[in-house]
């Protein structure tokens, strides 16, 4: 006889009863803070705003006990989560696939009109650009495959506001384009899963100055 357990034990046997192995995950998306605009988009910096701000991201997540920092490519995610990497004497290691979704090969004229007909319709792409459903695929697969490789462990996702709600939607879809507008900036969210399957989604950004670890937790 088996049973589940949210506690991890290596096949010990107590009373007669084997307690079925279980893998824990928590992955932090942490969307990055406020940078400077100019248009090389993969190399854009922190503002000084966001530079305080990167201070309280990484003072939050030291209560979360994280073992893992991973990122998108892109300098604000990278700058914005490598103070929890720092904490734990390590680098931050670059995933391509958390990078933030790419709109149009050119800039567009109104941006919340098109990211409007974006969230409207999934399939709907405009050159040069991803659809919210293949980003959204680019963004679930990268997030599997980093629980599969890190089972058990508790990983920081640097990442970006419109990849960041194209995955949590994928596993609810309260998190659309509404909720988008309302992501700030940082922000963070933590989505427990056991093996695969998702438990909870919850907040753990607070935007106040008073650094503390918030959040109601939203089961799924």
């Not at 003072?59 to 904490?87: K, N």
Request: glycine letters at 6%.
């Amino acid at each position: 006889m088996k049973f589940s357990s949210l506690f991890v034990f290596s096949g010990k046997v107590i009373e007669g009863l084997i307690l079925e192995v279980v893998a824990i995950s928590k992955v932090y998306l942490v969307r990055h803070a406020h940078s400077e605009y100019t248009p090389d988009e993969k190399n854009r910096q922190l503002s000084e705003k966001g530079r305080v701000d990167a201070l309280k991201v990484c003072e939050i997540l030291m209560h979360e006990e994280i073992d893992v920092v991973v990122s998108s490519p892109y300098m604000r995610a990278i700058q914005t989560v490598e103070g929890v990497a720092a904490t734990l004497n390590d680098t931050v290691e670059i995933w391509e696939d958390f990078r933030e979704r790419k709109i149009a090969e050119n800039p567009v004229d109104d941006f919340n009109k098109t990211m409007g007909s974006l969230w409207r319709d999934f399939e709907f792409e405009i050159d040069g650009g991803e659809s919210n459903i293949l980003a959204q695929e680019r963004g679930v697969k990268a997030l599997f495959k980093c629980i599969e490789k890190y089972k058990n462990k508790n990983v920081v996702v640097g990442t970006h506001g419109n990849i960041m709600v194209l995955i949590m939607n994928y596993f609810n879809k309260k998190y659309g384009y509404e909720f988008w507008k309302t992501l700030n900036m940082p922000d963070i969210y933590c989505l427990e899963f056991v093996e695969k399957e998702i438990q909870s989604i919850r907040q753990v950004w607070c935007p106040s100055s008073k650094i503390e670890v918030v959040g109601e937790e939203n089961s799924i």
